[in-house]
């Protein structure tokens, strides 16, 4: 017999929760929005015309969280996400919670908790690790093409910097703790996975270095200021031309992480958000030789793997090309959707994981922190045994 539709709840249903939302939606096919979430009416009115007239709509998530559902995706700002995911997961709802997990390790442990007590599936959006250009990676790291992982560096090229994070929340501590979370929780995920370690051992450098210089700011407001995709001016160059930001900017543009992993790997992630192009270069160092992608997806996107000694070698000894996948973010919204709705049906083994989303966060925090406090050395506390435990088995 055909199973019936997974009933969906979206809390934060306008930006990324409505093409999340896009995604699940497949009625009479295993998912169907029901519910909306949004501050924002003009949002609610396009999700009835996207999802149907006959979906509940409500700005005030309880209210959401009180339906009969089945699965809640959580697209919130960041500083939203604990509340939002600690009532979804004592409701019992199997959970998308978008990456960052939450603004604090103790933000993330209170989740992880809030799951095990219920026994409801959390599964976290780091969908890079659905990304083909990263798996390959990861495919040829674990098959020993460059031996044993010692090192990774990893260079974060924000060329969008001053549209996507300078305008609106994002560019406030209170919202975001900083951009070593909101933006890197991503890589340094990646770095993890890749490397086979979490990071227990953080420090880093930075600053405002170009956007909090810049005239013309847009008016105070009290609470966290909407995104507005029309302000965006995503052809501008040089940045230090870009005008109407936020009324106050205390994040982070520039900056540099150094990490110590549990396994010996020692990394570095570098951010800057003012550089002409936007991506992300990783390369990975072992005892055999070294990988690097260049390209995140795009058409034109490969590897290059040095295992011979050589002088300057640009074209590597092996090339891998990373054929184009379709769906946003070079593929991997589709395939993270899928297999979301897949867990929350049936559970079993995900790509992604809890324990891991909460370890990218923590060695975010604690960058974050070394970096205000001019680089001393934190040590990144791991979650409990316990906790440890109900994850990884
Ligand atoms: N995985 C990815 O690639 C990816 C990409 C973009 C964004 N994100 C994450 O998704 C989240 C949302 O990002 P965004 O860019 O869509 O942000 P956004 O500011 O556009 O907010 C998303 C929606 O939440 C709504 N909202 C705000 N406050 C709310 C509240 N109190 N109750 C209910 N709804 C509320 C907004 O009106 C908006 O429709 C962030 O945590 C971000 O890190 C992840």
Redesign the pocket.
Known sequence: MKKPDLQIGI???????AHLGGLAHRPGQGARVVAC????PA?LAKNHAVYGPGIFTTSD?RALLARDLDAVII????F??EEQAVATLERGFALYL???MALTIAGCDRILRAAARSRARLYV?H?MRHMPFVRKMKSLIDDGAIGEVKACWVRHFVGHGGDFYFR??HAERRYTTGLLL?KAAHDIDILHWLCGGYTRLVNALGGLTLYGDLPGRLPAIKGPR??KPGDMQLDLFPPTRARHLNHHIDVEDLSTMQMRLDNGVFATYAQCHYTPDYWRNYTVIGTAGRLENFGNGEPGTYLRLWNRRAGYNPKGDVTYKIPVSRGT?GGADPMIMAEFLRFAREGGRTETSPLAARESVAAGCQATASLRRHGVPLKVPPVTAALRKYFTT
């Open positions: 809390i934060g249903s306008g930006g990324r929760g979430c949004d501050v924002n949002t998530y697209a919130t700002p960041d939203l996400h978008e990456k960052p959006g969908n609106d929340w909101q909407p995104i973010h």
